[in-house]
C-alpha cells in the first residue's frame, strides 16, 4: 500500500504561481504512474496530469499550457507547477498512485485562487 502527502497548497492571487508536492512512500520506479487530480466544490474530480517513472507526461488539455507536472525518483517525489493560476483553479488537488494492487490517493491539499 502506498501512502501520498501532498503539500504546498494555499492561497494565492490570479496571475500567481504555486508548486504542489507530493511524497510516496516508495519508490516511484514500483508505482505504473503518478497523477494530480483536483475537486472543485459542487464538481467531480478531474484529471489534472500524469507522469510515468521514465518521465512520460500527459495533461488535461485545459491546463496544458499552465501547468507542469515533474518528478524527482530519488526523492520518491511528484510536483505539480502551477502558473498563471485563475479563479477557476480553486479546488483541492490529489495526488494519486496507480499500482497493480489499486489506485492510492493522498489527503489532498487546498488551492485557492483569489484577490
Known amino acids: 500500500q502506498v501512502q501520498l502527502v501532498e503539500s504546498g497548497g494555499g492561497l494565492v492571487q490570479p496571475g500567481g504561481s504555486l508548486r504542489l508536492s507530493c511524497v510516496a512512500s516508495?519508490?516511484?520506479?514500483?508505482?505504473?504512474?503518478m497523477a494530480w487530480y483536483r475537486q472543485a466544490p459542487g464538481k467531480q474530480r478531474e484529471l489534472v496530469a500524469t507522469?510515468?517513472?521514465?518521465?512520460?507526461?500527459n495533461y488535461a488539455e485545459s491546463m496544458r499550457d499552465r501547468f507542469f507536472i515533474s518528478a524527482d525518483n530519488a526523492k520518491n517525489t511528484v510536483y505539480l507547477q502551477m502558473n498563471t493560476l485563475k479563479p477557476e483553479d480553486t479546488a483541492v488537488y490529489f495526488c494519486?498512485?496507480?499500482?497493480?494492487?489499486?489506485?492510492?490517493w493522498g489527503q489532498g491539499t487546498q488551492v485557492t485562487v483569489s484577490s
Open positions: 516508495e519508490s516511484i520506479f514500483s508505482i505504473n504512474y
Open positions: 507522469i510515468t517513472p521514465y518521465g512520460h507526461r
Open positions: 494519486s498512485a496507480l499500482k497493480v494492487s489499486g489506485t492510492y
